[in-house]
């Protein structure tokens, strides 16, 4: 019974990844239509990715730099000051990676390709 259910599950599995696949082309190919060009279109669908997932990461890495610097960096010093220098550093990152999808598209259909 149990190798009944795994092949419906791994069906299904792999039907959802399919569309996943399918979705990630037409968003792919949308970008490429968008900027006129493959390497255009591929690149801002990369950054619009990055800036998607970075969103999370930055704040769970800010997160986890808050605890260091405030909850740990109060018995010890050098975590503290650990906490403070990898909290600035995902500060930094998120901005770059929130930023730079903008001075792509600015770049791009501002000064480059109509």
Known sequence: MFIGAEEILNSSTTTQLIKM???????????????????????????????IFSIPLCFLGIVISAVYQYVVGIRKLDVRYKGFYTMITFITLFVI??????????????????
């Open 97 to 114: 990676a929130q930023v730079l999808p903008l001075v792509f598209v600015i770049v791009i259909k501002g000064f480059g390709r109509s």
């Open 21 to 51: 696949s399918e979705t990630q082309e037409k968003e792919l190919s949308d970008y490429v239509e968008k900027y006129g060009s493959e390497s255009y279109g591929f690149t801002a669908f990369v950054l619009n990715k990055i800036r």
